[in-house]
């Protein structure tokens, strides 16, 4: 199993440009999510999916879009980049969200995206 | 609104004992998390705590007491690799909450 896998792994925007994050899994998992993490800071939690077909908003949703139309891939689109998204961004997925399991949640590499 | 404090920086001995505390505000809990994080790298999972106490992995204990919204993260026999910034995090349905994370440092 590849896991979590992410692409790109570096990423350079201009102001206003547009782009997509990718992120899929190959462990059938229901839960996928997406967070950002600032420079000596935790992971802050941006969109997340229940499973396929349903989406909802975390801490920080503004100025991103996402959709899961299947079990393996949940892209996170950037509308128009502005600095402030100069981030790193972790893709994440857990088999689900039930109380009596262990939470584990597997994260992907990361996206090194750069605003200027 | 939901929050979690922990110590920004943490220093230790290799061998030694280390204690990381996490004290967490929340409208919904339902488990603390612990991973782990090497510079560079991305978090991996390392305990959860859904009721009180204490769960051991090896040399990595996490402690929970919901009563105190209070729970920590134990290493043992600490090695240089255990260098690394170590989050918790709270689980509030559907939502996965961090906090700001704690470096450690081992020295030899």
């Known amino acids: 199993n590849a896991g979590v896998t992410q692409t790109p792994k570096f990423q350079v925007l201009k102001t206003g440009q547009s782009m997509t994050l990718q992120c899929a899994q190959d462990m059938n998992h229901e839960y996928m999510s997406w967070y950002r993490q600032d420079p000596g800071m935790g992971l802050r939690l941006i969109h997340y999916?229940?499973?396929?077909?349903?989406?909802d908003q975390g801490e920080v949703p503004n100025g991103y879009n996402v959709s899961r139309s299947t079990t393996e891939d949940f892209p996170l689109r950037l509308l128009s980049a502005a600095p402030s998204q100069t981030s790193v961004y972790f893709c994440?997925?857990?088999?689900?969200?039930?109380?009596?399991?262990?939470?584990?949640?597997?994260f992907g590499p990361g996206t090194r995206l750069t605003v200027t | 609104g939901q929050s979690l404090e922990q110590p920004s920086e943490v220093t230790a001995v290799e061998g030694a004992i280390v204690q990381i505390n996490c004290t967490y505000q929340t409208s919904g809990f339902y488990g603390l998390s612990w991973y782990q994080q090497h510079d560079g790298g991305a978090p991996t999972f390392l305990s959860y705590n859904a009721l009180d106490g204490l769960e051991e992995t090896g040399r990595f204990s996490s402690f929970l007491s919901r009563s105190d919204s209070y729970g920590y993260l134990l290493l043992q026999e600490l090695q240089m690799k255990d260098s690394a910034s170590y989050f918790c995090?709270?689980?509030?349905?559907?939502?996965?909450?961090f906090g700001g994370g704690t470096r450690l440092m081992v020295k030899p």
């Open positions: 999916s229940v499973g396929a077909g349903i989406t």
């Open positions: 994440a997925s857990s088999q689900n969200w039930d109380s009596a399991t262990t939470y584990e949640q597997y």
């Open positions: 995090a709270h689980n509030a349905g559907n939502m996965l909450t």
